[in-house]
């Protein structure tokens, strides 16, 4: 199975972090990523840029599109990062994050992909997952 997990922060997670601290949160970080690439489960992962970077497209809000800089999600928290992994089961993949250090800033969203999902007229499935 595949899951996207998603890690989220609050706005000021890391407002007390030195530079020496994000320096070695940043090699624990990768060092896991590593672990998990090396065990078979990795896909991809990757920090995402500050919030203030965010365009929102909404067309909820009448019939033109709007676009909207910055993060204004209904929530407290920010996404900072992803991964998309695979792993047998979700016991399996809650296990790969036992050990991962990014945990002490922010909390991870662990969610599986819908692999079998197809168009209902047509029969056809989403395009597959390609290595990048």
Do not use: C, N, W
């Amino acid at each position: 199975m595949k899951f996207l997990v998603l890690v989220d922060f609050l706005p000021d997670a890391f407002a007390d972090a030195t530079p020496d601290d994000q320096r070695r949160l940043d090699d624990a970080t990768i060092a896991h990523d590593r672990k998990l690439r090396d065990g078979g489960h990795l896909l991809i992962a990757s920090p995402l840029r500050d919030p203030s970077t965010t365009v929102t497209i909404d067309r909820r809000l009448g019939l033109s599109l709007d676009r909207i800089d910055g993060p204004y999600a209904e929530a407290k928290e920010v996404i900072g990062g992803f991964l998309l992994i695979e792993a047998a089961d979700m016991a399996s993949a809650k296990a790969l994050f036992d050990d991962d250090p990014i945990t002490r800033y922010g909390r991870l969203q662990i969610r599986p992909l819908m692999e079998e999902h197809r168009h209902s007229e047509t029969g056809e499935g989403r395009p597959d997952f390609k290595a990048l």
